[in-house]
């Protein structure tokens, strides 16, 4: 009997979850399924500024693919200033002084700049901390070391991204 009563009362609390939650305020940032909502405009509405070495580039090249769903602008409202830096450090040293694992730390600086009157709107930084593998073979370093810096630019790319659609959707709200 209690087993049946907790199932009817999950059940209710699941049925009356959305209504809860509708009431307390509560909205998708980036809109309905298959729709673009006003942050998602928003963002495309963003002119992305090239960044220095390959590492920018594929940040930029992440952030394209996460603000843009129907081309670049023409006539963007804003533009996006980024600055990447990259540290790496050996973790796990052993007796013969050679690494076993690195951390790589990743830090984009950027600043939302309105492109009507120049002014910086919003201004902030996001960082990555990936580690990786140093192992025996030379090409393996290579390749544990390129995936961690694809990692890190993944995460750096999504925090932006998330940054960025807090700071429209607050704007929006604002009389």
Do not use: W
């Amino acid at each position: 009997m209690s087993h049946r009563l907790s199932s009817i009362a999950a059940a209710l609390l699941l049925a009356l979850s959305p209504v809860v939650l509708g009431a307390c305020g509560f909205k998708p940032v980036y809109g309905t399924a298959g729709q673009q909502g006003p942050v998602g405009a928003a963002l495309a509405n963003v002119q992305i500024d090239p960044i220095v070495d390959r590492n920018g580039q594929i940040l930029r090249n992440n952030l394209i693919d996460r603000f843009y769903t129907d081309g670049r602008p023409s006539d963007p409202r804003y533009r996006l200033a980024v600055s990447l830096s990259a540290m790496e450090e050996e973790l796990g040293i052993q007796k013969d002084a050679t690494a076993t694992r690195a951390r790589l730390r990743l830090q984009a600086s950027y600043e939302l700049i309105d492109t009507h009157n120049g002014q910086v709107v919003y201004r902030t930084f996001s960082r990555s901390v990936i580690s990786f593998n140093l192992l025996d073979s030379q090409f393996a370093v290579l390749a544990s070391r390129q995936d961690a810096y694809d990692r890190g630019l993944t995460e750096l790319a999504d925090d932006i991204r998330t940054r960025l659609s807090l700071y429209f959707a607050r704007e929006q709200q604002q009389p």
